[in-house]
């Protein structure tokens, strides 16, 4: 059985030698005669597993005491209401920096809970960027400033975050754990997990212990962060075999050396590619401007759709897969997200050469 390199956006790659641990504990996982899967969520396995994945987050990420770390169900969207829900409190505004895609559904959520100001908007531009720092001109008193870290389809990261005095809200569902940063410039940071740490299923939110406090009494118990930090996000019954997958994922990233050594891997797989990409001599076209090109999906377009289309099919065929841009931008995305290996991004350049030569 061969594997093909996934470049898919998400669901994303998972690291081999996880998938081939979850196989091997999947009918009897240690000696418990049962899988994970049909485990209770209040048993001593998987109170072991929770706790590791827990404690494996917090130890990549130097979270500090006063952070509590949370795995919730509904992915990112439900973040971007939650968001709203808990810290969009009457009577407040909320900053949000509209730089794409996913940032304009966390805000048209936000303004069915309360007000917000849109304090900057790339979302249309070509090619795609991010707003620049300086003319970022914040709100006074505002209740957070919510930006996305890596917008996914424009292909594009903030390299430096803004400093804020409001709470910096930040979805990181596509570089989630693929760099170093510091939590404690953030109010709450959150990642739909099927990016770049494991199935779909589960979100995971690190939220400062203060803002607990802000949510409103009309908000329904389930959707307050508290409910869930009170109860080691064992208030039901949490996705189970995604937090497993989760919890060896993070130890895998562990056995890497950490957030430092895998985001210098990641910056090097990033650059080769958008090196080969500038030197097409034009044939390929990086879309986002090079200051904020982002190390985890490269999105670039060739002189046709025709040949676009060419160029994803034969890809395909050659095992590099998922190259296809999303449906609202068209072109071509690479996603490289941690687990996608060094040599698939090898294997792509040596196609593209192969391609131009041919088609150029
Ligand atoms: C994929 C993605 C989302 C949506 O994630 P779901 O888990 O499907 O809700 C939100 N934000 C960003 C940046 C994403 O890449």
Not at 21 to 35: H, I, N, T, V
Not at 140 to 147: K, L, Q, R
């Amino acid at each position: 059985m061969a594997r093909v390199y996934n470049f898919g956006a998400g669901p994303a790659v998972l690291p081999e030698e996880v998938l081939l641990e979850a196989q091997r504990e999947l009918l009897d996982y240690q000696g418990c005669g049962m899988s994970v899967m049909e485990m209770s969520h209040r048993g001593k396995e998987y109170s072991t597993i929770h706790d590791e994945a827990l404690a494996n987050v917090r130890n990549l990420l130097d979270v500090p005491e006063d952070y509590d770390v949370l795995f919730l169900q509904g992915g990112a969207s439900a973040q971007f209401a939650m968001v709203a829900l808990n810290l969009l409190t009457p009577g407040s505004v909320a900053d949000y920096i509209n730089s794409g895609a996913w940032a304009s559904k966390a805000i048209k959520e936000a303004k069915v809970r309360g007000q917000v100001n849109v304090i900057a908007d790339t979302s249309k531009d070509v090619p795609t960027r991010l707003p620049a720092l300086h003319d970022l001109k914040f709100t006074p008193g505002a209740a957070y400033v919510h930006i996305t870290s890596n917008e996914t389809i424009a292909g594009t990261q903030w390299k430096v975050f803004p400093k804020t005095e409001a709470p910096l809200v930040a979805d990181m569902s596509s570089d989630f754990l693929s760099r170093p940063i510091d939590v404690r410039s953030f109010g709450l940071i959150y990642a739909g997990a099927q990016k770049n740490l494991g199935p779909a299923g589960c979100a995971v939110v690190i939220i400062r212990k203060d803002l607990l406090e802000r949510c409103p009494p009309d908000v329904p118990i389930f959707f307050r962060y508290k409910t869930h930090a009170a109860e080691k996000s064992l208030y039901n019954t949490p996705p189970t075999f995604t937090i497993y997958i989760i919890m060896l994922v993070t130890r895998w990233l562990l056995a890497q050396g950490g957030v430092k050594a895998i985001a210098e891997r990641n910056r090097q797989k990033a650059a080769k590619l958008y090196a080969a990409i500038d030197a097409s001599g034009g044939f390929y076209r990086g879309t986002a401007v090079p200051q904020d090109r982002s190390d985890m999906n490269v999105t670039w377009r060739l002189p046709s759709e025709e040949l676009e289309e060419k160029f994803v099919k034969e890809a395909a065929a050659r095992g590099l897969k998922g190259l296809k841009g999303h449906r609202s931008v068209g072109g071509i995305r690479a996603s490289i997200y941690n687990a996608f290996p060094p040599a698939g991004v090898d294997a792509l350049i040596e196609f593209m050469r192969e391609f131009q030569a041919k088609n150029g």
